[in-house]
Structure formats: C-alpha cells, structure tokens
Nanobody
C-alpha cells in the first residue's frame, strides 16, 4: 500500500511564507506525477500545482509567481514553497499523487491523497 504524508502547514500573517512537504512511501510503485490541491470551507477542491519529473510544472492562475513546486525523486517527495500569502490562500492543502503499482504481473494506476494540512493566513 502507498501512503502520502504531508507536513508544513500552519498559521502565518499576510505576506508571509510557508513550505509544504509530501513524501510517498510503499513498495513496487512508480510515481507518474505529484501535486497539491486545496479546499476552502464551502468551496470545491481545486488544483494548486502539479509536478512531473519530465515535464513543466503547472500552476493555478491565482498562485503563479507566488508558489513554486519542486520534487526530490530520491525521496519520492514533492514540495510547495508558498510566498506572499494572502487570506485567500487559507485552505486545507492536500498532496495528490498518481501512482502505478505492480500487482502480480500487471500495473494498476490509482490516485492517492494525503490527509491534508491546514494553512491559515491572517489579514
């Protein structure tokens, strides 16, 4: 079984910074991509940023120029550096990974989610 473990959330003032981390663990798996979603109260979950080793990272328009996603393949980890935070960034942030697992002689592709980490930005 693959698990995603997140860390780095917290409370900051507007204009501050946070760095989120997510690490995938398990066996017999290959990561297709990893990324970050967020969900504010009463709103739908939305994509924040997505990282692939071979491709160009994708960002939501609302975070371009402020957030940076990066990865460490040796640690099966993805990071989200968040700068110049605003109250509109307040949400629960979820790590997401699309992972291929070897089940017997076949590959199975599934999405995995972290437990979520709270980011709160005060005005």
């Amino acid at each position: 079984q693959v698990q995603l473990v997140e860390s780095g959330g917290g409370l900051v003032q507007a204009g501050g910074s946070l760095r989120l981390s997510c690490a995938a663990s398990g066996s017999r798996f290959s990561i297709n991509y990893m990324g970050w979603y967020r969900q504010a109260p009463g709103k739908e979950r939305e994509l924040v940023a997505r990282y692939t080793r071979a491709g160009t990272p994708n960002y939501a328009d609302s975070v371009k120029g402020r957030f940076t996603i990066s990865g460490d393949s040796a640690k099966n980890s993805v990071y989200l550096q968040m700068n110049n935070l605003t109250p509109e960034d307040t949400a629960v942030y979820y790590c997401n990974a699309r992972i291929s697992r070897l089940i017997g002689l076949r590959w199975n592709v599934s999405d995995y989610w972290g437990q979520g980490t709270q980011v709160t930005v005060s005005s």
